[in-house]
């Protein structure tokens, strides 16, 4: 997959894609129908997403807290594997927000990127304010040269399938529901950071991920399946893991910390991608280390049973 970030300067090869068009933050179930909706309409055109980076929502309000679900090259990594050979991830910025819907139209679309064909949700808005409906955009297709398609919303047992639903269930500690939205389990991915060693000292060591910049899942201890991504360990695992400040230990940056069963090796700087499976447990403040490492047996054991059952 080839990632072009600046639409003004594109290589030759780069256009005329059939492209799916917004953020695809946590590239769930809809995302997935879009770009299907691309893939099929495209004629044989190199398949492409266009989408912005920072997130505008980032950009717009750069002190709100983080609401994300993954990260840019977790999303990058993600719409690789469902087969999109472009990738337009577009430098999100002043001049960009600033264009009017016929100018994103004319020199995004048509000029710059020169795409056949584009797929929208029906909610989909663009253009300076978000001033630019559907419509809009069907009437410059028309009139500029490029092929626009309006794919349905998707709904899952009635409820639409989107970024802020599946941000909800996980708010909620309802993983599981999540992942019928995702279509996927929804999944933590980054680089093994150095930690303290607590969980060394108490029997159970665990690999340290940072959380920031993303939407935190109910904070307390799951059932995860592990992807090591990267190193000498890649392969599949499974776990548990606790989402938090670590109230035993002082105050604390909220991190993700994952204990994987029935593994010996040292996993520092590589890629993990953590899936959440079940929400076992709230953080808890114990009385002391011997109650801690009493419950973390029993998180594990009912974390096994679990696991057990994919």
Not at 70 to 81: D, P, Y
């Amino acid at each position: 997959m080839r990632i072009i970030r600046d639409y003004q300067y594109v290589d030759p090869e780069d256009r005329g894609a059939s492209v799916a068009i917004g953020n695809f933050d946590g590239v769930h179930r809809g995302h997935r129908a879009v770009i299907e909706q691309a893939r099929a309409v495209g004629g044989g055109a190199p398949l492409g997403v266009l989408t912005f980076e920072p997130h505008p929502r980032e950009y717009f309000a750069p002190d709100a807290p983080p609401f994300r679900l993954m990260s840019s090259k977790a999303r990058a990594s993600r719409l690789a594997k469902l087969g999109v050979d472009r990738l337009y991830e577009l430098n999100f910025n002043a001049s960009l927000a600033a264009l009017a819907p016929r100018d994103f139209a004319e020199r995004v679309i048509r000029d710059g990127l020169g795409l056949s064909h584009v797929v929208v949700g029906g909610d989909f808005r663009f253009g300076k304010g978000r001033a630019g409906t559907v419509t809009d955009l069907q009437h410059f297709g028309a009139e500029m040269g490029f092929g626009v398609t309006v794919a349905e919303i998707l709904a899952h047992e009635g409820e639409q399938v989107s970024s802020t639903a599946i941000r909800k269930a996980l708010t909620e500690g309802r993983p599981r529901d999540a992942a019928a939205l995702l279509g996927h389990w929804h999944r933590i991915e980054g680089p093994v950071v150095g930690g303290e060693q607590r969980g060394r000292e108490l029997g159970y060591p665990t690999t340290n991920m940072s959380i920031a910049g993303l939407h935190p899942p109910k904070m307390g201890v799951y059932a995860v399946l592990v992807d090591v991504l990267t190193g000498e360990h890649k392969g599949q695992y499974r776990g548990a893991a606790s989402i938090g400040v670590r109230p035993m230990f002082g105050e604390n940056t909220a991190n993700l910390e994952t204990y994987i069963f029935d593994f010996s090796g040292d996993l520092y700087g590589a890629t993990l991608s953590i899936g959440l499976v079940d929400y076992l447990r709230p953080e808890v403040k114990f009385d002391g280390l011997d109650a801690l490492i009493t419950q973390m047996d029993r998180d594990c054991a009912r974390a096994r049973e679990i696991l057990a059952d994919l």
